[in-house]
Nanobody, 125 residues
């Protein structure tokens, strides 16, 4: 089993920045994909960004491209999501997830086997 734990959420004004982190523990794998998703009240969980654990290929949702950046710290087994120029519509619970299928960068929730509990991000206008 793999455990994922997010941290770094909070309240920020529009235009501000936050950095989320996700720590992985438990069973280890040589290669996989880490993703960030978010879910706003009354909406479905949506893809935000993803990165291959080794190789570093990244992929972003159009809504965050140019404002968010995903990165990994292989030694610490963490994945970070740097969020800049935040907007009120970025308000959501943010989840990190792990996909064991290294051959793809999935954007669908069903493609990810492991999930964290989520961290709240609130952007005030």
């Amino acid at each position: 089993q793999v455990q994922l734990e997010e941290s770094g959420g909070g309240l920020v004004q529009a235009g501000g920045s936050l950095r989320l982190s996700c720590a992985a523990s438990g069973r280890t794998f040589s290669s996989y994909v880490m993703g960030w998703f978010r879910q706003a009240p009354g909406k479905e969980r949506e893809f935000v960004a993803a990165i291959r654990w080794s190789g570093g290929s990244t992929y972003y949702a159009d809504s965050v491209k140019g404002r968010f950046a995903i990165s990994t710290d292989n030694a610490k087994k963490t994945v970070a999501l740097q969020m800049d120029t935040l907007k009120p519509e970025d308000t959501a619970v943010y989840y990190c997830a792990l996909d064991l299928n290294f051959s793809r960068i999935g954007t669908m929730t069903a493609q990810y086997e492991y999930w964290g509990q989520g961290t709240q991000v609130t952007v005030s206008s």
